[in-house]
């Protein structure tokens, strides 16, 4: 097998739980799926669905009361494959991970920053603290790390970047803060970089921009993103391959025009079917999902979708699906689909 | 910025005068006045003093001017820089003040870096520690030395040192050094009895400022900022305090200018009590006797300090604060 076929970052059957005075939530439940190099994975869901946590887990930044309580989360280094869930959050090879080799752009740009340092000294922190990625064999200074933000700045199209180093984050706009943060993300060349819904905090023209621009960094570096939207809108735009999530399981994964066009799952059919067309009529409702979704502490039994699902079988609410190969390209977890449930 | 302190300093001739008046006002509220009460006091031992005398007295001091009268003159000596005369004592005030006025600095700063030096690191461990078996303890400790009113824990201290330990930790000086002139020795026999009242008189505020603490770290801690330095790969400790604690600290500068009217008005009970030589005694007793220009200086002062920490702690937070320091 070459390496470009084996997956950059693999995640396996992972589970999140927090332990809260109410109970125990499962904010991550099984989830698996894998990150080619240099793929724009797309991962979509409601709110509260376990985009932000999984991606948290693959950083090891889990806060208390939560806890990866199983699962594995391969990611390919240099020195070979390491287990994430294996490695102490705190200690030195999670730490050269995080930053240095997956970096992440968080949601909202505006408190991502501290407020009382200026974004150049954030970003040369950063630098020197991966300094042995731009300069293996010698610690990089403060004015080169310097030079490199400054060089940053200009990539990802901040104008007058050797002023700009100097501001602070509340003096920039939306979209330059974002900018900000892509540099910020990419100031140590990671192999992956983790978006969490980096344009839902801007307004739409910068949105388009803030997505062009990293259309471009990616082609430009070949860096794998994982980007998680609720935006399906943006989905099409951005991804090669989608995976779809509901209440901390993947409903469904493919490719992205396979996903758009011949989706598998009642849930993404549902979803698809709740995107305003230029097309369609007009003053008709659109379609909405029926019922709401469920209270974390009330995880349906079974199929965790099986309560809103237009297709619901008896045995939907006594077995849970597994995520199987439907037709050439996708993956499904639906007894619509396949037979195979997993072990209770 | 500099525009600001400049407008904040014109200011303060007009803030002084307004207390200067107020503080004339609250100190000749009393009934009587100075020479009623040393009548009493005379009358009590057995004297007397004759009429006339008191009358001449009253002239020559000018307590029978009529109160707007005697602000008057007060005011304008002082902003000559004359503090009049202690009508008890018989001498200058300001030399009675002045007497006094190191040993009080010298406690209050002493006890300031007590409660800092304490207080921060506690509330960073609670803070990032929160629910462990450390951070239940110190927030016991807290409550308790919040509730715990400090003359009391200066007579329980007191009491122990001596029952327990044989030790007298009244006053500053053991007695060889009391009244010896200022050698390296005297200095040590200081230091070595000034760490108790300064304990006491700081263990409230240690104790009010680590809950602050605790309190503010633990906001930070929950914000966006935090999750992205830990993403750059940072060390826990040195992210904590790189970050959320600079951020924690702002609302806390901005209250170092109460602290030391506060330390130096707190002292009065407790030094009263454990016999301090400083300032608070000398007011407490300038109180009872009426001896009213001696508390009206002293209680200038503090305004003075009230006025002046205010400006400190603000200027303070706008050089910290780039939010303030640029926005304005």
Redesign the interface.
């Known amino acids: 097998m070459s390496t470009e076929a084996q997956p950059l970052l693999s995640v396996r059957d992972l589970r999140v739980s927090f332990v809260l005075d109410e109970g125990l939530v499962r904010a991550v439940d099984g989830t698996s799926f894998d990150v080619m190099p240099g793929q724009v994975l797309g991962v979509v869901g409601e709110s509260g669905c376990g985009k932000s946590v999984t991606m948290r887990a693959i ?1 090891q ?1 889990i806060d208390r009361p939560g806890r990866i309580t199983k699962g594995e989360i391969h990611f390919r280094r240099d020195s070979g494959v390491v287990d994430l869930v294996q490695l102490s959050p ?1 200690g030195g090879e ?7 080799e997956i ?2 752009i ?3 740009p505006m ?7 200026t974004v150049g000294d ?1 970003i040369v ?2 630098i020197l ?2 300094s042995h990625r731009w300069q293996p064999d010698r610690k990089l200074s403060r004015s080169e790390a310097r030079d490199i933000t400054v060089g940053l700045f200009r990539d990802v199209g901040i104008s007058m970047p050797e002023q700009r180093i100097y501001t ?1 984050s ?2 920039l706009s939306g979209g330059l803060r974002q900018r900000a ?1 892509i540099a ?1 993300a990419l100031s140590c060349k990671p192999r992956l970089l983790i978006a969490d819904e980096p344009t839902t905090a801007i307004d739409v023209t910068t949105q388009a921009q803030v997505l062009a621009l990293l259309r471009d960094l990616q082609a430009r570096y070949n860096t794998a993103i994982i980007f998680i939207t609720h935006d399906l809108g943006v989905i099409a735009q951005m991804a090669s391959y989608v995976v779809v999530m509901y209440l901390g399981r993947v409903m469904e994964e493919g490719p992205v025009d396979d996903i758009f066009h011949a989706p598998k799952h009642p849930y993404t059919r549902a979803l698809l079917r709740s995107i305003p067309s230029l097309y369609g009529q007009t003053r008709v409702a659109l379609p909405v999902i029926s019922g709401a979704l469920p209270h974390p502490f009330n995880r349906p039994p079974g199929c965790p979708f099986h309560p809103r699902c237009p297709d619901v079988m008896e045995r939907c609410s006594v077995a849970v699906p597994r995520l199987m190969p439907v037709g050439t390209s996708q993956l499904a977890s639906c007894f619509l689909h396949h037979e195979e449930a997993e072990q209770a | 910025m500099t525009r600001y302190i400049l407008q904040r300093l014109a200011l303060l001739p007009l803030l002084m005068v307004i207390y200067s008046f107020v503080i004339f006002v609250i100190i000749q509220a009393p009934p009587g006045d100075f020479l009623t009460a040393y009548v009493a006091t005379l009358a009590s031992s057995g004297s007397s003093i004759s009429q006339e005398q008191i009358e001449a007295w009253r002239a020559q001091y000018g307590l029978d001017q009529p109160m707007i009268v005697q602000y008057w003159l007060w005011v304008k000596h002082l902003v000559h820089g004359n503090f009049g005369l202690s009508l008890e004592y018989q001498r200058p005030n300001a030399d009675l003040i002045g007497e006094q006025i190191g040993l009080t600095l010298a406690l209050a700063l002493f006890s300031f870096f007590l409660t800092w030096a304490i207080a921060i690191p506690a509330g960073i461990y609670s803070a990032t520690h929160p629910r462990s078996i450390g951070d239940h303890i110190l927030t016991v400790v807290n409550y308790v030395g919040v509730a715990t009113p400090n003359f009391m824990l200066a007579l329980i201290l007191m009491w122990v040192a001596f029952a327990y330990f044989d030790l007298s930790v009244t006053g500053l000086y053991s007695p060889e050094y009391a009244d010896a002139p200022w050698s390296w020795g005297k200095f040590l026999d200081l230091m070595a009895h000034l760490w108790l009242p300064a304990l006491v008189l700081g263990i409230a505020g240690t104790a009010r400022l680590s809950r602050i603490m605790r309190a503010n770290l633990l906001d930070e801690l929950n914000k966006p900022y935090v999750v992205t330095a830990r993403a750059k790969g940072m060390k826990e400790w040195r992210l904590v305090l790189r970050y959320p604690v600079r951020l924690a600290f702002n609302p806390l500068i901005s209250t170092i200018g109460w602290y030391l009217p506060m330390l130096f008005s707190g002292s009065l009970i407790v030094a009263t009590v454990m016999n301090l030589p400083n300032i608070g005694p000398l007011l407490l007793r300038a109180l009872v006797n009426q001896d009213m220009y001696l508390a009206g200086g002293i209680l200038l002062i503090y305004s003075f300090l009230t006025i002046v920490g205010t400006l400190l702690s603000d200027i303070l937070l706008a050089l910290v604060d780039p939010r303030i320091r640029v926005g304005s």
């Open positions: 950083l930044l705190r999670m730490r050269d991970i995080r930053g240095g970096a992440l968080p949601q909202e408190a991502a920053f501290s407020p009382v340092h954030q922190e950063a603290l991966h602070y509340w003096q943060m910020m």
